[in-house]
């Protein structure tokens, strides 16, 4: 995979382009993973990214997730940081409300016994943008 990588870019999801300064062509694939679980304060927060993800995608273009659900807090050394809490059900609503039609989503249930985070199971989802 390291051979086929081009560029390696930086990314905020609070930027109107999230690779500002470079706008990149239309995605064929995008992958999130453990990202928008730290990273959004809210649902609603959630829902704004995705529509970023949505717009750097081709129609077609594929989303795979990587998410846990059901996390309150992750530990990082001897800090503990607040995760976004949510089910499948919001990740299906968010999805769908946003263009993305469902693939595939498998869950594994957590068997991990660690209080340094509290997910409930961790799931892999993979949504194409509608065309
Ligand atoms: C749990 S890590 C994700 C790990 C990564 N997916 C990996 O597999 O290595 C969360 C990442 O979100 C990044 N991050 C925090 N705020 C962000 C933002 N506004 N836009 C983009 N990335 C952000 C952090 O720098 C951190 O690398």
Redesign the pocket.
């Known amino acids: 995979m390291k051979s086929a990588l081009q560029h390696v870019v930086k990314?905020?999801?609070?930027k109107e382009n999230?690779t500002d300064p470079i706008v990149l062509p239309l995605a064929d694939c995008i992958i999130s993973?453990?990202?928008l679980d730290?990273?959004c304060k809210d649902h609603d927060t959630y829902i704004r990214y995705l529509r970023k993800f949505s717009r750097l995608l081709k129609p077609g273009g594929h989303l795979i997730l990587f998410a846990a659900y059901g996390t309150t807090y992750i530990t990082v050394g001897k800090e503990k940081f607040h995760a976004l809490t949510y089910d499948e059900e919001f990740v299906r609503k968010a999805l769908s409300g946003e263009g993305f039609v469902i693939d595939n989503i498998e869950v594994k249930e957590r068997t991990a016994v660690c209080d340094l985070l509290d997910y409930k199971a961790i799931t892999y989802i993979v949504a194409h943008k509608e065309k």
């Open positions: 990314c905020n999801l609070e999230i993973a453990g990202l730290v990273v």
